[in-house]
């Protein structure tokens, strides 16, 4: 029996090649433990590309598990979360093919965390306002939000498939 706590999320599949598509879907299946049948939707951000995405639940930690499987196919753009549970914060990753993996802590109302260490470090190596600024962006993954941003708007609306970890 696991110590973990039960969690939910959403992974957001913001661009697929639809060869890629079922490969998606098994990846996401064998994190969860049962079958995945996502409703695929042109992404009119990136032609001839595919989006979909799906709500979760599962123990603690099913967030990365599914980040790691998605990550075998480099030219997804993808985001997970996994909303807080008791005793583990909750989580955001975006993955943008030209910028790898970026992921933060996220609050109960999903904003970013940024630990005093984060801003120790960040202070300390900041040469000015602008330094600061940058180094901020960086933190809050900026970069991710501006490459993902326009994936994300081309698919409001888009329907959701609610899946649940078995086991």
């Given at each position: 029996m696991s110590t973990r706590g039960s969690t939910s999320g959403v992974v957001y599949v913001h661009s697929s090649p639809s060869a890629v598509c079922p490969h998606v879907e098994w990846a996401i299946s064998g994190t969860l433990g049962e079958?995945?049948?996502?409703?695929?939707?042109?992404q009119p951000a990136a032609p001839g590309q595919l989006r979909a995405e799906c709500a979760w639940t599962g123990e603690a930690g099913t967030g990365a598990r599914l980040v790691s499987a998605?990550?075998?196919w480099p030219m997804l753009r993808f985001e997970v979360t996994e909303d807080p549970s008791p005793g583990v914060d909750g989580v955001r990753y975006c993955f943008a093919p030209?910028?790898?993996l970026w992921h933060a802590r996220t609050s109960?109302?999903?904003?970013?965390?940024?630990?005093?260490?984060q801003l120790r470090a960040l202070a300390a190596?900041?040469?000015?306002?602008?330094?600061?600024?940058?180094?901020?962006?960086?933190?809050?993954?900026a970069a991710w939000d501006d490459a993902l941003e326009p994936f994300r708007r081309a698919g409001d609306g888009a329907?959701?498939?609610?899946?649940?970890?078995?086991g």
């Open positions: 079958r995945v049948d996502l409703k695929w939707a042109a998605l990550r075998a030209v910028l790898g109960a109302n999903g904003d970013i965390v940024v630990s005093e260490d190596r900041s040469r000015g306002g602008e330094s600061f600024a940058h180094g901020v962006d960086e933190i809050l993954g329907p959701v498939t609610w899946l649940h970890r078995v």
